[in-house]
């Protein structure tokens, strides 16, 4: 599976940002797929996941201002990221993984090469 994550910029508070991940490969299934933030000095964070079923999962810090988004047709994750603020600021990857749980980083085999989103106030 190979993972290209992109959409990345700067952006003030407030604003919006679109990332898209295209993905590519065998034994792939975009219900196992999902993005993760790391901002320096930190452990990677989960902000949002496709589960079993088509049910979309988000963590606590951005539900109601993040979505995640799919075409299955052309293997593409999205998350559209709305009333962005500056703790939003981090590298954005796009995951997918196994069998684990969606939650946890630990969880996905394969990563994207990850995309810079600043936010500035």
């Known amino acids: 599976v190979q993972l290209q994550a992109s959409g990345g910029g700067q952006v003030q508070a407030g604003g919006s940002l679109r990332l898209s991940c295209a993905a590519s490969g065998q034994d792939l299934s975009i219900d196992r797929m999902g993005w993760f933030r790391q901002a320096p000095g930190k452990q990677r964070e989960f902000v949002a996941a496709?589960?079993?079923?088509?049910?979309?999962k988000y963590g606590d810090s951005v539900r109601g201002r993040f979505g995640i988004f799919r075409d299955d047709t052309k293997n593409m994750l999205y998350l559209q990221m709305n009333n962005l603020r500056s703790e939003d600021t981090a590298i954005y990857y796009c995951?997918?993984?196994?069998?684990?749980?969606?939650?946890?980083?630990?969880?996905?085999?394969?990563w994207g090469q990850g995309t810079q989103v600043t936010v500035s106030s």
């Open positions: 995951g997918a993984r196994g069998s684990g749980y969606y939650l946890l980083a630990s969880s996905y085999k394969y």
């Open positions: 496709w589960t079993a079923g088509g049910s979309p």
